[in-house]
T-cell receptor
Framework: AQTVTQSQPEMSVQEAETVTLSCTYD???????LFWYKQPPSRQMILVIR??????QNATENRFSVNFQKAAKSFSLKISDSQLGDAAMYFC???????????????FGTGTRLTIIP | DGGITQSPKYLFRKEGQNVTLSCEQN?????MYWYRQDPGQGLRLIYY???????QKGDIAEGYSVSREKKESFPLTVTSAQKNPTAFYLC????????????FGNGTRLTVT
């Protein structure tokens, strides 16, 4: 079974600084997708960024970027120029690709709570 | 606007009672999911459905039941057999394909006393 590990239960960063959240996963599959979701205090889950395993290039969405190391099974999230609105729980998630390209479930990590220090 | 509606936001029940959480989507998504969120444990999959009239157990299905009679609706029943039902429950749906993200509802906080 696939597992996703987030080893940092809590992180904090000064406003305007950069922070990196770690995520590792365990899989025997070669084709899969990885996601980062944000859950602010409202508890609404919001997609931050996604990465396709067969793509070498790291995904970027504005201030959010990933460092995807397929061989190491690592998928870290970098937040640049941290803002107060970035304070949230961040979840890493994994989804394998089914042979019929069906809707496979997402497996989530336990989350990292990010605090932004003004 | 399209989206996923979970109701109610807060739900209180006495131990031994079954309770049904509602999840409705107007996104025309085929697949729908129920996750449970507990502090320090992330999101754990209870049940999911890829098409109408079909559903599969997730990792923690014991004590729960679902139905998928309509594409738009995927209600979750928490039965009295669920030993620790107090939690935050999230419903999600996806359009299709492995790169499609899950769209989530706002969740239901269930408290059983």
């Amino acid at each position: 079974a696939q597992t996703v590990t987030q080893s940092q239960p809590e992180m904090s960063v000064q406003e305007a600084e950069t922070v990196t959240l770690s995520c590792t996963y365990d899989t025997s599959e070669s084709d899969y997708y990885l996601f980062w979701y944000k859950q602010p205090p409202s508890r609404q889950m919001i997609l931050v960024i996604r990465q396709e395993a067969y793509k070498q290039q790291n995904a970027t969405e504005n201030r959010f970027s990933v460092n995807f190391q397929k061989a190491a099974k690592s998928f870290s999230l970098k937040i640049s120029d941290s803002q107060l609105g970035d304070a949230a729980m961040y979840f890493c998630a994994y989804r394998r690709v089914l042979s019929n390209f069906g809707n496979e479930k997402l497996t989530f990590g336990t989350g990292t709570r990010l605090t932004i220090i003004p | 606007d399209g989206g996923i509606t979970q109701s109610p936001k807060y739900l209180f029940r006495k131990e031994g009672q079954n309770v049904t959480l509602s999840c409705e989507q107007n996104l025309n998504h085929d697949a729908m999911y129920w996750y449970r969120q507990d502090p320090g444990q992330g999101l754990r999959l209870i049940y999911y459905s890829q098409i109408v009239n079909d559903f599969q157990k997730g990792d923690i299905a014991e004590g729960y039941s679902v139905s998928r009679e309509k594409k738009e609706s995927f209600p979750l029943t928490v039965t009295s057999a669920q030993k620790n039902p107090t939690a935050f429950y999230l419903c999600a749906s996806t359009r299709g394909g492995p790169n499609s993200p899950l769209h989530f509802g706002n969740g239901t906080r269930l408290t059983v006393t």
